[in-house]
Structure formats: C-alpha cells, structure tokens
C-alpha cells in the first residue's frame, strides 16, 4: 500500500508554544486530511485540503497541501493541554478513489 | 444524537473461532469504512462501502469479510482470526466518500490469542 511519512513521530512541548508536523509520501495525492485522536477514542477531522498550495486554517490550526502533492504540513501556534493527542495525515490517492491512507501519527504532549 | 457504534468494544477470543464485529451509523451515510490501528503503524484500511451491496478491498483486506446489506450497517466479519488480526478497529462513515469528514465509532480492541 501507499506509505505516509509522518514526523515527528513524538512530541513534547510547553504550553504555549507552536508546533510544526509534516507528512510526505512517495506519491501523488488529491486530497489530504488532518485529523486528531484523544486518548480512547477514534479520530476526528481537523482540516481537509483538496488543491495543491491550499493553506487552510481552523482556529489556531493551519494545515498546507504541498505543491509536489506529495506532502502536507500543520501547524498549530499557541499549544493548550487540550491539543495533546495523535495527530494523523490521511491522503486520497486520486479524485474519486475512495480508499484512504493514514500516516503513522505523531504523538504531541503538552507540558503545563 | 450522530453516531457511529460499534460492539463489541473488547472482545479476547482463540484462533480460528468465527467473530462479527457490528458496526451501525444513523446519519444516512453513504460511505462507511474499517480501519485497523497498530501501534506505529497508523491506521490502515481494510474495506470500504460505497453503498448497499457495493464494497471493496483497502490496503489490509486479507483475513476479513464485510457485508452491506442495509445503509446503516457495515459488519466486519474474522472467517478464522489469527493472533495477528489482534489490533484496534474502527468503524467510519461519511456523507460522500474517503475525501469528506469521516466519524468514527469509539473502537474496537479485539485480542485472538
């Protein structure tokens, strides 16, 4: 299958500070995901991306879809205790397809 | 309230004993989908729905069956579960399709010993 890239794999930061995650692949994609996962439930979209350059933001989240369509970037400025969790890159192969692939997380940590 | 339900949300059982995993959304979704997650490996798809009777092979289909018989329902079936498939499984489902917001059911952590 389709491999996704994601660093950095783990995390630990101070409250307040920004954080920066990225996902590559060796491969095209159409679309790219963002989503989160608390601890003990499943994930939950945070932003989606569906044009090469796009940057979107969602409150204090911005997420980029490359240029190469081989990455996607999110950025989150002025971390709270609230943003600790697993964040996940998912890609669409190609317009239509509907199969998904999901990196392989990175785990951020948020120090009071 | 929306959701996505899953059960059981444990289940241990032993190699080779048949098992359904259920799987239920009320949002009138189209598209609904399995996920197993390991750790460090992310998520990885198994199958995925379209609609009712319309199914097909994610990146991980090996070992397991779905059925589509009813919008609401997408049921993961282990024919005969190894220790391998021992993993986290999610149910997802979307309005229209793997590019749109998918909600996902709170897991199930299945161990075949």
């Known amino acids: 299958g389709q491999q996704l890239n994601q660093s950095p794999q783990s995390m630990f930061i101070q409250e307040g500070e920004d954080v920066s995650m990225n996902c590559t692949s060796s491969?095209?994609?159409?679309?790219w995901l963002w989503y989160k996962q608390d601890p003990g439930e499943g994930p939950v979209l945070l932003i989606a991306?569906?044009?090469?350059?796009e940057l979107t933001s969602n409150g204090r989240l911005t997420a980029q879809f490359g240029i190469t369509r081989k990455d996607s970037f999110l950025n989150i400025s002025a971390s709270i205790p609230s943003d600790v969790g697993i964040y996940f890159c998912?890609?669409?192969?190609?317009?239509?397809?509907?199969?998904?692939?999901f990196g392989t997380g990175t785990r951020l940590t948020v120090i009071p | 309230e929306a959701q996505v339900t899953q059960n059981p949300r444990y289940l241990i059982t032993v190699t080779g004993k048949k098992l359904t995993v259920t799987c239920s959304q009320n949002?009138?979704?189209?598209?609904m989908s399995w996920y197993r997650q390991d750790p460090g490996l992310g998520l990885r798809q198994i199958y995925y729905?379209?609609?009712?009777?319309?199914?097909d092979k994610g990146d991980v289909p090996e070992g397991y069956k779905v059925s589509r018989k009813e919008k609401r329902n997408f049921p993961l079936i282990l024919e005969s579960p190894s220790p391998n498939q021992t993993s986290l499984y999610f149910c997802?489902?979307?309005?229209?399709?793997?590019?749109?917001?998918?909600?996902f059911g709170p897991g199930t952590r299945l161990t075949v010993t």
């Open positions: 997802a489902s979307s309005f229209g399709g793997a590019a749109y917001e998918q909600y």
């Open positions: 491969s095209i994609f159409n679309t």
């Open positions: 991306l569906y044009k090469a350059g």
């Open positions: 998912a890609g669409q192969p190609r317009t239509g397809a509907n199969n998904l692939f």
């Open positions: 949002m009138n979704h189209e598209y």
């Open positions: 729905s379209m609609n009712v009777e319309v199914t």
